[in-house]
């Protein structure tokens, strides 16, 4: 499974950028998909994610009200819509998903309920 995440660039503080990620390869299951950041210096962390079969979205507290996740499970292909952009959302936006159906409810803000990474797009916020 490849995922590729794209949509990152420069913009102002206040400004809107479009995150987009497809995942593609041979037959797989999509559970759910997610976007991590990871800034310069600091550790990954959660953003949003989204699990198909409930349709329950998942956000980190710092973006709730700033960014929207969405995504078409039959296209394998999730959005990440950040609005109102601050400097401190300068960071690598990478996606991943999950392929293996897990136990239980997993909850999809925790990086190993993952299987696949993409590489990241970088997004940097000017002040």
Known sequence: VQLQASGGGMVQAGGSLRLSCEASGRTFSNYAMGWFRQAPGKEREFVAAIRWYDDRLYYADSVKGRFTISGDHAKNTMY????????????????????????????????????????????????
């Open 80 to 127: 990440l819509q950040m609005n109102s952009l601050k400097p401190e959302d300068t960071a690598v936006y990478s996606c991943a998903a999950q392929t293996r159906k897990r136990a239980g409810t997993p909850d999809m803000r925790v990086s190993f309920e993952y299987d696949y990474w993409g590489q990241g797009t970088k997004v940097t916020v000017s002040s």
